[in-house]
């Protein structure tokens, strides 16, 4: 949210070259009522992507556990190569 208040004032084309990464552990919706049944031990993943004004970047499944050091070796691996598919680099 700080970010987005810092740059209301940028032109529109200040903005579209703006690159945006998230990683997350997502939850699955479902419908009021159904029941969740898992078949085969559950679990989750954590996914990391990107994305722009005109485009959805790559999605990555991160392996282990996040740290510090992990999430640097996801931007080094994918973080150019986004913006570079989402013609920002």
Known sequence: MEFAK???K???TMRN?????LNAKCHIWR??????????????IMLWGCFSVAATGK????E???NGAKYREIL?????QGAQNLRLG
């Not at 080094?76 to 150019?80: G, Q």
Request: overall charge positive.
């Open 6 to 8: 810092r740059h209301l």
């Open 10 to 12: 940028d032109s529109q």
């Open 17 to 21: 070259k703006i690159i945006f990464g």
């Open 31 to 44: 419908k009021p009522g159904t029941i969740s049944i898992v078949k085969h031990g559950g679990g989750s």
């Open 59 to 62: 999605l990555v499944r991160i």
């Open 64 to 66: 282990g556990k996040m």
């Open 76 to 80: 080094d691996e994918n973080l150019l």
